[in-house]
């Protein structure tokens, strides 16, 4: 990791560069695979699988007696972990069910709204180096609640055909509706407009390689409906001398082992925290079974010293981070400051690992900064929210001569006319 002391307010931009993620460059690529899966349906999926996956597959449902075999696998330790962490996911995203109000902005004018579910939606959830059972949970629990119809899901199998039992398992106790052997490109794909197995849904949902990425880029252009723009994961820890290093340095890490091009960044007031990090990172790095891939997004992290908290968050809400963990003294007061970011972990004991897992927020969260204008994904990312106005007489008369004016001005006489029209009528009958 990077050490940086006192960086001036021009190193910031440079200070803050994630790892590069250049999708653009891999869209001709993808776009090759998407027009395949678009064209020859089922058999480009099994194709790709065969040489992406190495997975030689007759079908791509995964079938009921698959579904009992898998579960059957699964540790009952490990399904009562699931179990517990599903409970707090659903009453977490319970309380966020949208109540709408009806509205009288004028006396006989009544506005109001009502939530949807969207009718079909597609999970996609990463099989490769860790198969996130968990980010199943993330997703299907709050689509089952907004009343989504049909929760259709992706994994890539390994190279037997075979999809993670906990994935399975995650996926029956969520309530997903069905479940196909596609990974990558082509399982977007095939989500996007549809195969002979793979349902089209209206909204993609889910994380996925720099190709995943890009493919979920592409489709949304016109056709499919995506959850956020995403890159690789990222943490930042705020700090100041009251945090403990091991716990910061263990926090750091747990972001790192997620991928090579992941990102993990201190900021801090306490130049002696900042070298007690440095070492702790390095004895906790040499026991980790992922260290490989912790060592090379290490080298995309770093630890910053800032003269000030003021600074400290000036510089936080800059970067703003996907998980943000604040660990210093007076770190509710500090959290009211901020202003950007995915999800925020408050105190010595709230580890990024329990958003990722069982404290009931989503992970499923806005990266590379997109946290300034993205939410991460909750309830409302599987509703729409249909407006509804019921104007009466009264109403008409109220607002009526003010609607004429304003079309008028804008030359739409049409628009004028079609209030007119009512207000001779209401005239006529007063």
């Known amino acids: 990791m990077k050490q940086i002391k006192y960086p001036s307010r021009e190193q910031w931009t440079d200070i803050l560069k994630r790892p590069a993620l250049n999708t653009e460059s891999l869209f001709d690529t993808v776009r090759g695979i998407i027009n395949r899966v678009r064209a020859e349906g089922d ?94 949970l993330m997703l299907a629990v709050p689509a089952k609640i907004a009343g989504c119809k049909e929760i259709v899901l992706c994994t890539p199998p390994d190279k037997n055909g075979k999809i993670h039992p906990a994935i399975l398992f995650a996926a029956q106790m969520a309530g997903v509706s069905k479940i196909f052997k596609a990974g990558g490109v082509q399982a977007i794909a095939a989500m996007a407009y549809g195969t ?52 910061v340095a263990a926090d750091l890490l747990s972001q790192a082992e997620h991928g090579v091009d992941s990102q993990a960044v201190l900021i801090t007031t306490s130049e002696k925290l900042q070298g007690d990090v440095m070492k702790e990172v390095e004895r906790q790095l040499a026991e980790l079974p992922r260290r490989e891939i912790a060592e090379k997004s290490l080298a995309n992290s770093k630890l910053i010293l800032v003269k000030d908290m003021d600074e400290a968050l000036e510089l936080t809400n800059e970067y703003a981070p996907e998980h943000l963990i604040i660990e210093t003294e007076n770190y509710r007061e500090i959290a009211e400051r901020v202003i950007n970011a995915g999800s925020v972990f408050l105190g010595s004991f709230s580890p990024e690992s ?24 909750s309830l409302d990312s599987f509703i729409r929210k249909i407006t509804f106005q019921e104007i009466r007489p009264e109403g008409m008369k109220a607002i009526g001569p003010a609607i ?23 005239n006529c009958k007063s």
């Not at 329990?354 to 994904?377: F, M, R």
Request: glycine share 8%; aromatic share 8%; with cysteine.
């Open 404 to 426: 004429e004016i304003m079309a008028a001005n804008e030359q739409l006489d049409a628009h004028k006319n079609a209030v007119s029209v009512r207000l001779r009528d209401i």
């Open 43 to 136: 058999a480009a999926v099994i194709e790709y699988e065969a040489t992406f996956d190495k997975a030689i597959l007759t079908s791509l449902a995964v079938t009921e007696a698959e579904l009992e075999e898998g579960v059957a696998l699964v540790s009952e330790e490990l399904k009562a972990a699931i179990s517990l962490a599903k409970k707090n996911i659903e009453t977490f995203h319970a309380s966020q069910r949208f109540v709408g109000h009806k509205v009288e902005t004028m006396e006989g004018v009544i506005c109001w709204q009502k939530a949807v579910g969207i009718e079909k939606v597609g999970l996609y959830i990463p099989g490769g180096t860790a198969p996130l059972f968990s980010t199943v």
């Open 196 to 247: 002979e197995s793979v349902p089209k849904v209206y909204k993609i949902f889910g994380p996925g390689n720099q190709y995943v990425t890009a493919a979920k880029q592409l489709v949304s252009l016109r056709d499919v409906a995506i959850d956020m723009p995403a890159g690789p994961s990222e943490v930042e820890v705020l700090a100041d001398d009251s945090a403990n290093p091991v716990f």
């Open 354 to 377: 329990a958003g990722d897992y069982a404290s009931g927020t989503n992970h499923t969260l806005p990266t590379n900064g997109y946290a300034k204008a993205y939410s991460g994904v």
